[in-house]
């Protein structure tokens, strides 16, 4: 099954906010945040079920992805051969987006 990825507006937004976060203030890895959701997209278009469930979303199949270095959390959902992204959540906020 190929396939296609989608970025929410939301998770657009979220990403761009990260990264310009990370970029002011991580100096000696200034690039990590796309660096580290691009590695996590490939790998999520092949294995799209590698995430943990999220059993308190209101969307049915919406899983997350930790990534460790940057510390976010990536939420999506496969629908109609379709991964799509619907946010992007530091850990340290405490509860997940309302999704």
């Not at 396939?3 to 990590?32: C, T």
């Not at 490939?42 to 943990?52: A, D, F």
């Not at 999506?76 to 309302?98: D, I, M, Q, T």
Request: charged share 30%; hydrophobic share 45%.
């Amino acid at each position: 099954m190929t396939l296609r990825l989608r970025i929410s507006a939301r998770a657009a937004a979220e990403i761009e906010r990260a990264d310009a976060w990370w970029r002011e203030n991580r100096l000696s890895a200034p690039g990590a945040v796309r660096e580290d959701l691009k590695a996590a997209f490939k790998v999520l278009l092949q294995q799209p079920g590698i995430g943990v469930k999220v059993a308190s979303a209101r969307l049915d199949g919406t899983r997350r992805l930790h990534l460790e270095r940057i510390r976010y959390f990536i939420y999506y959902r496969v629908k109609n051969y379709e991964l799509a992204v619907l946010s992007v959540w530091h850990s340290s906020r405490g509860r997940g987006p309302r999704i």
